[in-house]
């Protein structure tokens, strides 16, 4: 709260460094509002589940996930986890497919870093009700957060057309860090599932999602580094142990796995090969990669030659 708050102050004064620090300071704001709304949606954060549940609701403002309800967002990551898939509604794959053009485009703006797959869905997010017939009794709702939205970005486009530029780097630098986390946590495609039946052969299947499941921690050597995603690069650890809060899951980690760096994929790889393969993390399709999974997923993610995943985020509940 106090980071976004800050952040939001210093985007509107006229200092050049104060701007860059601020939309910093904004930018992890969200992104420590976001994996607190996964912690309350795992019950992690206070005892009553009520008030987890009105403090994720509350949460979803601060990292722009408030369009659709704070329950769509814990029923799908539960789905998730209980699952052990990713399960989604919406085919992005074939939304790319039918449309070439939006599709080169996109793949022009990834190539400049800017995480324009992750904008289509967020956009999708925002007008979720009118897209997704499931949630048409949404609509009243999702109608009244557009205009609030809509209007408080226009008040802060009216102080400062450089504020409001800096808030939209700010949720873009967001949406970087949540699939820079999420691309490499599982090895198995989308399915879409999410409101039909029948559930993945894998469900409920603890081996095989531990097999399915891979740490990409920020640091393995000290601990703060990881503070910064509360954790979440643990990710082995939370899904053995998923109502682990996360100041725990690095020692739980620990007891599960041991201290050995095999076990996790270390920050220098991940940075090759999101940088590496930033065009090519739609369709999976760099040149010269095998599909591999499992340990092979693991060896090969270690060394930089896999993908990777794209746009997952638990913000979008479909």
Known sequence: MSACSLGLAGIVLGNTWINIAATLLLAHGMVIAAYLVHECGHNTVFTDNADNARAGSWLTWLCGASYGTYEDIRYKHFRHHVDNDDVVWFDYEAFFARHRWFYRLT???EYLYIPAHDLLMHS??????FIIPRRRNQRARNVTVILVRAAAFAL????????ALLYAVAYMLMMTVLRFMDSLQHDYPYHLTLFTEPYPEHRGDLEWEQEHTFSNVISFSWEWPNWLVLNFGYHNAHHARPTTPWYQLPRLHRELFGDDPARIIPLWSQLRLFHRFRTYRIFHDAPGLAEVEGADFLRAAQQARVTGG????FLTSF
């Open 124 to 129: 999708i997010m925002v007008f979720s009700s």
């Open 310 to 313: 794209n746009a997952a985020s």
């Open 156 to 163: 802060l486009a009216w102080w400062s057309p450089m504020a």
């Open 107 to 109: 793949i022009k703006l």
